[in-house]
Each structure stands twice: as structure tokens, then as C-alpha cells.
């Protein structure tokens, strides 16, 4: 296998991240975002995610010509058309994750401060 063929799994996950992290997965990268939503997708799509996680990480942390047969290969590429499939079907809600804005509470912290102050320095009008 080629380092360019390496290189189409490491994107074909780099889209599950993507598409996973759109739907509110929650984590550092697909294997942590795929375990956020443990219970919210079938057993299959988390194996064949986590599958594909594995493959990521031995071509990303181990070695980057991994050789992988051309049998080891369709079976990557099934599993990933399967989760995008069943992603793309929508039949996952998106998890609305509260996000804060730690600029926007400052801002307001900032505003009730000076609020405060003017109302007691100042007195009623």
C-alpha cells in the first residue's frame, strides 16, 4: 500500500471527526467522539468507527506505511460507507452541548459589577 492510499484513511477519519463533531460528539478525535455518543448510535457504527480509529492510529502514531492487503482495505472502506450512511440518514439528533462563552460572562459579570457600584455610589436619582 502506498503512503497515498495511508494517507485517504487518515482523511476518511479526519470526515467522520468532522461530521461526528457536527452531530455534538464531545472529545480529543474520532475514537473519544464516537464514545460520546455511546447509546445514541448502534453497536455496528461505534465498532466500525472505532475500527477505523484503530487503523488511524497505528498508520498516525506507529507507522506510516502500514501495509494494508487490498481484502483489509475494501473492509476499511465498507465500514466507512456504512457509518456515513447511517449518519447521513440523520437518524441522530444533534446533542446540543451547552457551550460557554467566557468572553460573553465576563462581559456580563462586568456590567452587573458596574451596576452595582454606580448604585450604591451614586444613591437614588
Known sequence: M???QNIDIIR???R????LADLGALGRGLGEYARSLRGTLPDDVLHDIMKINRVRNDLVHRNIDLPLSKGDR???QASYERVM???GKGDL???RSPRLNVWAVAA???VVTLLAWL???QGPM
Open 2 to 4: 502506498s503512503a497515498e
Open 12 to 14: 476518511m477519519a479526519q
Open 16 to 19: 467522520l471527526e468532522r461530521r
Open 74 to 76: 475494501a473492509n476499511l
Open 85 to 87: 450512511d447511517h449518519l
Open 93 to 95: 439528533e444533534p446533542r
Open 108 to 110: 456580563a459579570v462586568g
Open 119 to 121: 448604585a450604591v455610589t
